[in-house]
């Protein structure tokens, strides 16, 4: 089991920045996955986006595509999540999510391919 610790919510205006991590720890293999999701009150998790470690693809989903960026820190083991030109709407607990090894080439926005899952950091948008 691999545990993760996103970290780098808080409040930021619209317009704003911010960047989230996610460390894992007792992970096993170099060949694994980190997504992002959200869940706002109210609504239904959302997968927002993921990276794979061995090939770097990546996915984004519509409603965050040109303004946030994942990536990866291999040696750490660390995923990042850049984000940009924050929305009110962008408001929500983030999560991030794991699994290793991958088993396939891509990855998406299936919250049932991933294994293991961090606590979430809450991320607030005030306009």
């Known amino acids: 089991e691999v545990q993760l610790v996103e970290s780098g919510g808080g409040l930021v205006q619209a317009g704003g920045s911010l960047r989230l991590s996610c460390a894992t720890s007792?992970?096993?293999?170099?060949?694994?996955?980190i997504g992002w999701f959200r869940q706002a009150p109210g609504k239904q998790r959302e997968g927002i986006s993921c990276?794979?470690?061995?090939?770097?693809?990546?996915w984004y989903g519509n409603n965050v595509q040109g303004r946030f960026t994942i990536s990866i820190d291999n040696a750490k083991k660390v995923g990042y999540l850049q984000m940009n030109s924050l929305k009110p709407e962008d408001s929500a607990v983030y999560y991030c999510?794991?699994?290793?090894?991958?088993?396939?080439?891509?990855?998406?926005?299936?919250?049932?391919?991933?294994?293991?899952w961090g606590q979430g950091t809450r991320v607030t948008v005030s306009s």
């Open positions: 007792g992970s096993r293999y170099d060949d694994y996955a």
């Open positions: 999510a794991s699994v290793e090894p991958t088993q396939l080439d891509i990855c998406g926005a299936w919250a049932s391919y991933y294994a293991d």
């Open positions: 990276m794979l470690s061995k090939n770097g693809y990546t």
